[in-house]
C-alpha cells in the first residue's frame, strides 16, 4: 500500500461522514443557494472545520459561484476552495548547507518523539544522512524510544543522562553532526506545557544556543499537533507560536477519527505551513503535507467535473 493510500485509509472516518453528509446535500440540479450554503457550513463544522473556516469556504464558494453562474458544479467548486485553502499551507523543502538543524516540539502524548523517529527516515529514505539528538532530557522514556527508532532506520543519536541539560545535548549533537558532514540533524525536545513558563524557556535556551554555534540554527521549528484534539489542539499552536518560533506543523495521529477537517483551520488560522503528516505506527507512516492529495483523501474522488 502506496503513502497516499495510507492516508487515505487514515481519514476514512471523515472522508465517509463528509462523503454521505456531502451527497445529501449537492443533490444533481440543486442550485447554488442560500439554503444549500447553511446546509453545507453545518457538514463543515461536523468535520471539524471550526466556524471561522466554513464561514470562509462558503464565503469563497459564494463567490465562485457567481462567477460561475446559475449551472454552477458547487461540489467541484467546494474542492477548489478547499484546495486552495490548504495550498496556502504547504511548505518549503530542506534549506541549502549542512547541517539542517530541525527542532520538535509539542506537548506529551502528541507524538512528539515517534514524528522524530518517522521524520529522520522520511529524510534517510530520500538519500539525505541523518543524526538525532536525544534533548527530552526530562522523560528517560523519551531518550530510550529515540534510539529504538535510531536502530531500525540506522540514525546515529547523540543522547545525555536523563535530567541533564538538554541544550548540552543539542549542543553536542550539533559539533558531532559538524564534523561528520551530517545532513540533518533532528534535535527532539522536552515534551511541555504550553503554559509552563520555566519549560517553554529552557526550548528558547536550547534555540539560542545552536544559533550561537551555526549561524540560521535551528533552520526549522517544527510543532507536532495532535489531529485527533481538533479544534483545541489550536490553542497550543498559538502559544508555542508565540513562545517557540515555530516554523512549521507536523500533524499527527491521522488514525480515523472524524476531525481531518482540523487541517483547514490550521491552514486559515495559524498562517503557518503544515509540513508533514504523520499516521499508522510504523516508521513509514509519514509524509509531506500535499494540499491535493489530503483534499482527495479528506473528501474522495471528485464525482463531477468542473466545466
Known amino acids: 500500500m502506496g503513502l497516499f493510500d495510507k492516508l487515505k485509509q487514515a481519514l476514512t472516518k471523515t472522508r465517509d461522514t463528509l462523503t454521505?453528509?456531502?451527497?445529501?446535500?449537492?443533490?444533481?440540479?440543486?442550485?447554488?443557494?442560500?439554503?444549500?450554503?447553511?446546509?453545507?457550513e453545518d457538514v463543515l463544522l461536523s468535520a471539524d472545520v471550526g466556524l471561522e473556516t466554513a464561514?470562509?469556504?462558503?464565503?469563497?464558494?459564494?463567490?465562485?459561484?457567481?462567477?460561475?453562474?446559475?449551472?454552477?458544479?458547487?461540489?467541484?467548486?467546494?474542492?477548489?476552495?478547499?484546495i486552495a485553502l490548504l495550498k496556502e499551507s504547504e511548505g518549503n523543502g530542506v534549506a541549502q548547507g549542512a547541517p539542517h538543524v530541525v527542532l520538535v516540539v509539542g506537548v506529551n502524548g502528541t507524538g512528539k518523539t515517534t514524528s522524530v523517529g518517522k521524520l529522520g527516515k522520511f529524510h534517510a529514505d530520500a538519500g539525505r544522512s541523518?543524526?538525532?539528538?536525544?534533548?527530552?532530557?526530562?522523560?528517560?522514556?523519551?531518550?530510550?524510544?529515540?534510539?529504538?527508532?535510531?536502530?531500525?532506520?540506522?540514525?546515529?543519536?547523540?543522547?545525555?543522562?536523563?535530567n541533564g541539560d538538554s541544550a548540552a545535548v543539542a549542543v553536542d549533537a550539533l559539533q558531532s553532526a559538524q564534523k561528520k558532514g551530517t545532513q540533518i540533524?533532528?534535535?527532539?525536545?522536552?515534551?511541555?506545557?504550553?503554559n509552563k513558563q520555566n519549560l517553554m524557556q529552557e526550548l528558547q535556551k536550547v534555540s539560542k544556543v545552536l544559533s550561537k554555534r551555526l549561524e540560521g540554527a535551528p533552520h526549522e521549528v517544527l510543532l507536532a499537533l495532535d489531529?485527533?484534539?481538533?479544534?483545541?489542539?489550536?490553542?497550543?499552536?498559538?502559544?508555542?507560536s508565540k513562545s517557540s518560533g515555530v516554523t512549521g506543523l507536523i500533524l499527527t495521529?491521522?488514525?480515523?477519527?472524524?476531525?481531518?477537517?482540523?487541517?483547514?483551520?490550521?491552514?486559515?488560522?495559524?498562517?503557518?505551513?503544515?509540513?508533514?503528516?504523520?499516521f499508522g505506527e510504523s516508521l513509514e507512516d509519514f509524509a509531506e503535507f500535499d494540499a491535493e492529495k489530503f483534499s482527495v483523501s479528506l473528501l474522495g474522488e471528485r464525482k463531477t467535473v468542473v466545466a
Not at 57 to 78: F, M, N, V
Not at 130 to 156: H, N, Y
Open 20 to 40: 454521505e453528509k456531502l451527497a445529501q446535500v449537492f443533490t444533481p440540479g440543486r442550485k447554488l443557494d442560500q439554503k444549500l450554503l447553511q446546509e453545507l
Open 55 to 82: 464561514e470562509l469556504l462558503i464565503t469563497r464558494l459564494k463567490e465562485a459561484g457567481k462567477k460561475a453562474g446559475p449551472e454552477a458544479d458547487a461540489d467541484g467548486l467546494l474542492r477548489q476552495e478547499i
Open 130 to 162: 541523518v543524526m538525532f539528538a536525544a534533548a527530552d532530557t526530562f522523560r528517560a522514556a523519551a531518550i530510550d524510544q529515540l534510539k529504538i527508532w535510531g536502530e531500525r532506520s540506522g540514525i546515529p543519536v547523540i543522547a545525555g543522562e536523563p
Open 185 to 194: 540533524l533532528i534535535v527532539d525536545t522536552a515534551g511541555r506545557l504550553h
Open 227 to 240: 489531529a485527533t484534539t481538533g479544534q483545541n489542539g489550536l490553542n497550543q499552536a498559538r502559544e508555542f
Open 253 to 278: 495521529k491521522i488514525d480515523g477519527t472524524a476531525k481531518g477537517g482540523v487541517a483547514l483551520s490550521i491552514a486559515r488560522t495559524m498562517g503557518l505551513p503544515i509540513r508533514y503528516v504523520g
